[in-house]
């Protein structure tokens, strides 16, 4: 019983440090897939998250300011793909495809040049993002020692729990989220009532990279101490299977990262204590979810205009 | 009114031209960058070009396109039928760990037998692995994008666990399989690589990929096939109306597109690998083979050139830190490149820089509001 609510502890603990960067991400990829533009390029905008969160935090000193500048460094490279997609009318693969090489190219070249090596210094514990509720469970007992591992987490894992209502709200219960669901339905239709296409639709992808970038922040400020190439290494994609798997809407998006968080920590305690060879147990988390797909969710139905430039008439 | 067509007209209009555009702009912005960072343009350059022009160089460059013209060309294929094989990555480490499980366990055939037999499992795999995915589409409905995502994870974890069966892996303390058999090897013979000076792993598996590019333009363009396959790509209930199966047509895409990035998996192997190491992260083959797909048009010949320009990127760039310059320079420039043929829609404009006063003005406006 007591290995249990360990082990079940642990579990718990592993699955929230998973499923936070992933969220982050994924409600960035509702915005702009929800709004009718393809965000493939996720992935690029929270490896320059990642980059540039953790330089701010450790020039800074600040890991707030760290985090944000995080997330502005993912509007940046978002607003580079808004440019080309929402105001050029590119192939919005294309667009993204670009993104996820100049991200990961240009904080990797910038790195080499401040650093003189593809990774950053690490942080110092003060620099990180701050964990709360820590010291307010006994651990020495079993019970405490549950709490503690599922409540003293990362601040960032309690913001981005409330950024899953916020964003609820805002799609579901605000004049602005109706027309960003219609802007990705029926575009031509949004127009004739006067609302602005291109103008949410542009502020939609930068805010996708702006959520992507502190996803990424929180790789490097968070789980881990430092940027290194491999920091984010497809995670940006799996945020955007999270979304599918959720049918484009931020709570199922919620479901889709806590199903795949879940996996990937099932997957920290059986590597430990199966004698289940670690590459088989590592697959655990993407059979599942294809298992999941077929058995309970099935068809997700892309919003209509999804991929499609909307090209203004005159 | 019928303007005469200008030089401008056919710059603006060519979409090889937007192509060749965009190449120069992403050299260009590596070039800013370069400078940014205090380090000589005209050194890097000049490294990158002359590392890719001698006869080693160029050999060198042959040799590390072929798994990106093939793999390109997997991408391109799946693009023109209207599903978007992020799978490859996927499909080529199965085909090359296939051909890596044939090649050391059946070394004892003769060549003439087991390099065949190599790219045909690996096609094989490679295909199975992009038939699941369009099996789940068919049946269930679920979203190729997404199994495509799980499905390259999937592939990478079991190349790792095959890797490590003890009939397969290394001898030695290497984290690897062993070499696969010489019977299983495109190279050329030594004599003929020292000869020439080229390079140590100069293979003839570039005539495989100028073979299969000659073939996938022959099924796109000449078959019934490629029409019915295009026909689903471009409108899948017209093509349906007319009597097109539509989900034989994606499992059948889905199948090609799959061996062909199998292919790739297993002309990596046996031409430049001999041995599949356990990897920490993928690799990126698959991911390269998009980038190649968009330089390239999705035209199979462009993405012949598209491959070796991509190569001679690669294979130059690992050289640009003996002059003190990063590798991902190679990275901003590609992405550069791709980033421009998304919006080369913007090289349109060019044709009103002589004539009609009136709309260069509006169209700079724009480009400089884009901007800001």
């Given at each position: 019983?007591?290995?249990?609510?360990?082990?079940?502890?642990?579990i718990?603990?592993?699955?929230?440090?998973?499923?936070?960067?992933?969220?982050?991400?994924?409600?960035?990829?509702?915005?702009?897939?929800?709004?009718?533009?393809?965000?493939?390029?996720?992935?690029?905008?929270?490896?320059?998250?990642a980059?540039?969160?953790?330089?701010?935090?450790?020039?800074?000193?600040?890991?707030?300011?760290?985090?944000l500048?995080?997330?502005?460094?993912?509007?940046?490279?978002?607003?580079?793909?808004?440019?080309?997609?929402?105001?050029?009318?590119?192939?919005?693969?294309?667009?993204?495809?670009a993104i996820?090489?100049?991200?990961?190219?240009i904080?990797?070249?910038?790195?080499?040049?401040?650093?003189?090596?593809?990774?950053?210094?690490?942080?110092?514990?003060?620099?990180?993002?701050?964990?709360?509720f820590?010291?307010?469970f006994?651990?020495?007992?079993?019970?405490?020692?549950?709490?503690?591992?599922?409540?003293?987490?990362?601040?960032s894992?309690?913001?981005v729990?409330?950024?899953?209502?916020v964003?609820?709200f805002?799609?579901?219960?605000?004049r602005?989220?109706l027309?960003?669901r219609?802007?990705?339905?029926?575009?031509?239709?949004?127009e004739?009532?006067g609302?602005?296409?291109l103008?949410?639709?542009?502020?939609c992808?930068?805010?996708?990279?702006?959520?992507?970038?502190?996803?990424?922040?929180?790789?490097t400020?968070a789980?881990?101490?430092?940027?290194?190439p491999?920091?984010?290494?497809?995670?940006?994609?799996?945020?955007?299977?999270?979304?599918?798997?959720?049918?484009?809407?931020?709570?199922?998006?919620l479901?889709?990262?806590?199903?795949?968080?879940?996996?990937?920590g099932?997957?920290?305690?059986?590597?430990?204590?199966?004698?289940?060879?670690?590459?088989?147990?590592?697959?655990i988390?993407?059979?599942?979810?294809?298992?999941?797909l077929?058995?309970?969710?099935?068809?997700?139905?892309?919003?209509?205009?999804?991929?499609?430039?909307y090209?203004?008439?005159k | 009114m019928?303007?005469k067509?200008s030089?401008?007209?056919?710059?603006?209009?060519?979409?090889?031209?937007?192509?060749?555009?965009?190449?120069?702009?992403?050299?260009?912005?590596?070039?800013?960058f370069?400078?940014?960072?205090?380090?000589?343009?005209?050194?890097?350059?000049?490294r990158?070009i002359?590392?890719?022009?001698?006869l080693k160089g160029?050999?060198?460059?042959?040799?590390?396109?072929?798994?990106?013209?093939?793999a390109?060309l997997?991408?391109?294929?799946?693009?023109?039928?209207?599903?978007?094989?992020?799978?490859?990555?996927?499909?080529?480490v199965?085909?090359?760990?296939?051909a890596?499980?044939v090649?050391?366990?059946?070394?004892?055939?003769?060549?003439?037998?087991?390099?065949?037999?190599?790219f045909?499992?690996?096609?094989?795999?490679?295909?199975?692995?992009?038939?699941?995915?369009?099996?789940?589409?068919?049946?269930?409905?679920?979203?190729?994008?997404?199994?495509?995502?799980?499905?390259?994870?999937?592939a990478?974890?079991?190349?790792?666990?095959?890797?490590?069966?003890?009939?397969?892996?290394s001898?030695?303390?290497?984290?690897?399989?062993?070499?696969?058999?010489?019977?299983?090897?495109?190279?050329?013979?030594k004599?003929?690589?020292?000869s020439?000076g080229?390079?140590?792993?100069?293979?003839?598996?570039?005539l495989v990929?100028i073979?299969?590019?000659i073939?996938?333009?022959?099924?796109?363009?000449?078959?019934?096939?490629?029409?019915?396959?295009?026909a689903?790509?471009?409108?899948?209930?017209?093509?349906?109306?007319?009597?097109i199966?539509?989900?034989?047509?994606?499992?059948?895409?889905?199948?090609?597109?799959?061996?062909?990035?199998?292919?790739?998996g297993?002309?990596?192997?046996?031409?430049?690998?001999?041995?599949?190491?356990?990897?920490?992260?993928q690799?990126?083959f698959?991911?390269?083979g998009?980038?190649?797909?968009l330089?390239g048009?999705?035209?199979?010949f462009?993405?012949?050139?598209?491959?070796?320009?991509?190569?001679a990127l690669?294979?130059g760039?690992?050289?640009?830190?003996?002059?003190?310059?990063?590798?991902?320079?190679?990275?901003?420039?590609?992405?550069t490149?791709v980033?421009?043929?998304?919006?080369?829609?913007?090289?349109?404009?060019?044709?009103?820089?002589?004539?009609a006063?009136?709309?260069?003005?509006?169209?700079?406006k724009?480009k400089?509001?884009?901007?800001?």
């Amino acid at each position: 019983m007591t290995n249990l609510i360990n082990n079940l502890g642990i579990i718990l603990y592993a699955t929230l440090i998973y499923t936070t960067p992933l969220l982050y991400a994924a409600l960035g990829s509702c915005f702009s897939e929800v709004s009718g533009v393809v965000n493939i390029g996720i992935e690029g905008m929270m490896t320059a998250g990642a980059f540039t969160g953790t330089v701010v935090a450790y020039f800074t000193g600040n890991p707030w300011i760290g985090f944000l500048c995080g997330g502005l460094a993912g509007a940046f490279f978002g607003m580079l793909h808004a440019i080309a997609t929402v105001r050029l009318g590119a192939d919005q693969t294309i667009a993204g495809t670009a993104i996820n090489m100049l991200g990961p190219g240009i904080v990797i070249m910038i790195a080499k040049v401040m650093f003189n090596s593809t990774d950053t210094i690490p942080l110092e514990a003060s620099m990180k993002i701050p964990r709360l509720f820590r010291g307010v469970f006994d651990t020495s007992t079993v019970f405490g020692r549950f709490m503690d591992n599922v409540f003293a987490n990362y601040a960032s894992t309690y913001l981005v729990f409330l950024a899953v209502a916020v964003v609820w709200f805002v799609f579901y219960k605000t004049r602005f989220g109706l027309r960003l669901r219609a802007c990705g339905e029926h575009p031509q239709a949004c127009e004739t009532l006067g609302i602005n296409v291109l103008r949410t639709r542009f502020l939609c992808v930068c805010m996708s990279g702006f959520l992507s970038g502190l996803g990424g922040a929180c790789v490097t400020m968070a789980i881990s101490t430092q940027f290194r190439p491999i920091s984010i290494v497809g995670q940006g994609f799996i945020a955007i299977a999270a979304v599918i798997f959720g049918k484009f809407r931020p709570q199922g998006a919620l479901l889709g990262c806590l199903l795949f968080g879940f996996c990937s920590g099932l997957k920290v305690v059986l590597g430990g204590s199966s004698g289940i060879d670690m590459q088989l147990i590592s697959m655990i988390p993407y059979a599942i979810t294809v298992i999941v797909l077929i058995l309970f969710v099935g068809k997700s139905r892309v919003p209509a205009a999804n991929g499609k430039p909307y090209i203004k008439s005159k | 009114m019928i303007r005469k067509k200008s030089f401008l007209d056919a710059v603006a209009e060519n979409r090889f031209i937007h192509t060749i555009l965009s190449i120069v702009l992403g050299f260009l912005v590596g070039a800013v960058f370069l400078a940014v960072m205090g380090l000589s343009v005209g050194e890097a350059y000049g490294r990158l070009i002359s590392s890719v022009t001698s006869l080693k160089g160029f050999s060198y460059v042959i040799v590390y396109s072929i798994p990106y013209v093939v793999a390109g060309l997997s991408v391109a294929f799946s693009f023109k039928t209207g599903v978007f094989n992020i799978g490859a990555e996927g499909q080529f480490v199965v085909g090359a760990m296939a051909a890596a499980v044939v090649g050391i366990l059946a070394g004892g055939l003769p060549k003439l037998v087991l390099i065949p037999l190599c790219f045909l499992t690996a096609m094989i795999a490679g295909a199975i692995w992009g038939v699941i995915v369009g099996f789940l589409k068919t049946r269930w409905g679920i979203n190729e994008v997404l199994s495509m995502i799980m499905f390259n994870w999937i592939a990478f974890y079991l190349s790792n666990f095959i890797a490590g069966i003890p009939a397969i892996h290394s001898d030695g303390t290497a984290e690897a399989t062993k070499n696969i058999s010489e019977n299983a090897s495109t190279l050329f013979s030594k004599e003929f690589i020292n000869s020439l000076g080229l390079a140590p792993t100069f293979n003839w598996g570039f005539l495989v990929a100028i073979a299969a590019t000659i073939l996938v333009w022959f099924i796109i363009e000449k078959t019934t096939l490629g029409y019915e396959l295009k026909a689903v790509g471009s409108n899948k209930f017209a093509a349906e109306y007319g009597g097109i199966n539509v989900n034989r047509s994606i499992l059948t895409a889905l199948a090609i597109s799959g061996a062909l990035a199998g292919l790739a998996g297993a002309l990596q192997l046996m031409g430049m690998g001999s041995r599949i190491s356990v990897f920490s992260s993928q690799e990126g083959f698959g991911f390269a083979g998009i980038v190649v797909a968009l330089m390239g048009c999705s035209n199979p010949f462009g993405v012949l050139l598209a491959g070796v320009f991509y190569g001679a990127l690669v294979f130059g760039g690992s050289k640009l830190n003996l002059v003190g310059a990063p590798t991902q320079l190679i990275n901003v420039i590609v992405g550069t490149v791709v980033f421009f043929i998304a919006i080369s829609t913007i090289f349109r404009y060019l044709k009103y820089l002589k004539k009609a006063p009136k709309q260069p003005v509006a169209a700079k406006k724009e480009k400089e509001a884009d901007k800001a």
